[in-house]
């Protein structure tokens, strides 16, 4: 089973690419940020809505912070300067989180109401916390592709990147 040192690089990934992805995105006027696109989420500003959705989403059945799940495919702030602040306080909370994480709680199951298709599931923890992270790499990806066809790079996404790990010359 994967354990909390696992998570909390994972964490500290997020928090490192979202940190790079908004600073980009804050380059960019509204218009912009909000311009259907054709993508899953229409635009940039509703691909990053819908990661906090999933992050806020699954904290709610994790700790109980926020008492409950949002609602699917709902702006969840007024705009991208509330949006971004949530985002730099949420990676910070989950980073925080994760170091709570054990391997009991990980190997036990959890049971929830999907807000995508209204069923009851019961995966364990370990799994849904794996889910977590891998929802908001697969959505960045997309977001990473939106401003690549507007002509901004956000460089390399890569875990090997992040700042904390050494390199030689």
Same mark, same amino acid.
């Given at each position: 089973?994967?354990?909390?040192?696992?998570?909390?690089?994972? @964490?500290?990934?997020?928090?490192?690419?979202?940190?790079?992805?908004? #600073?980009?995105?804050? #380059? &960019?006027?509204?218009?912009?940020?909000?311009?259907?696109?054709? @993508?899953?989420? !229409?635009?940039?500003?509703?691909?990053?809505?819908?990661?906090?959705?999933?992050? /806020?989403?699954?904290?709610?059945?994790?700790?109980?912070?926020?008492?409950?799940?949002?609602? &699917?495919?709902?702006? /969840?702030?007024?705009?991208?300067? @509330?949006?971004?602040?949530?985002?730099?306080? /949420?990676? @910070?909370?989950?980073?925080?989180?994760?170091?709570?994480?054990?391997? #009991?709680?990980?190997?036990?199951?959890?049971?929830?109401? #999907? !807000?995508?298709?209204?069923? &009851?599931?019961?995966?364990? !923890?370990?799994?849904?916390?794996?889910?977590?992270?891998?929802?908001?790499?697969?959505?960045?990806?997309?977001?990473?592709?939106?401003?690549?066809?507007?002509? /901004?790079?956000?460089?390399?996404?890569?875990?090997?990147?992040?700042?904390?790990? !050494?390199?030689?010359?």
């Amino acid at each position: 089973m994967i354990n909390n040192t696992h998570y909390r690089v994972m @964490a500290e990934y997020n928090e490192w690419m979202n940190s790079r992805l908004y #600073s980009l995105c804050a #380059s &960019l006027p509204d218009d912009e940020l909000k311009k259907d696109r054709g @993508a899953f989420f !229409k635009s940039i500003y509703l691909t990053l809505n819908h990661i906090v959705y999933g992050d /806020l989403a699954f904290m709610s059945r994790f700790t109980g912070d926020p008492d409950g799940v949002p609602e &699917l495919n709902k702006e /969840l702030f007024s705009g991208f300067p @509330a949006l971004h602040e949530q985002r730099i306080n /949420l990676d @910070a909370r989950i980073i925080s989180w994760t170091e709570s994480l054990t391997e #009991s709680w990980l190997a036990e199951p959890l049971t929830y109401q #999907s !807000k995508v298709d209204g069923k &009851l599931r019961t995966v364990p !923890k370990w799994i849904l916390v794996t889910h977590m992270f891998n929802h908001q790499t697969h959505h960045r990806g997309q977001v990473t592709t939106l401003l690549s066809q507007i002509g /901004l790079d956000m460089g390399s996404t890569d875990i090997p990147f992040m700042p904390h790990f !050494k390199t030689s010359p």
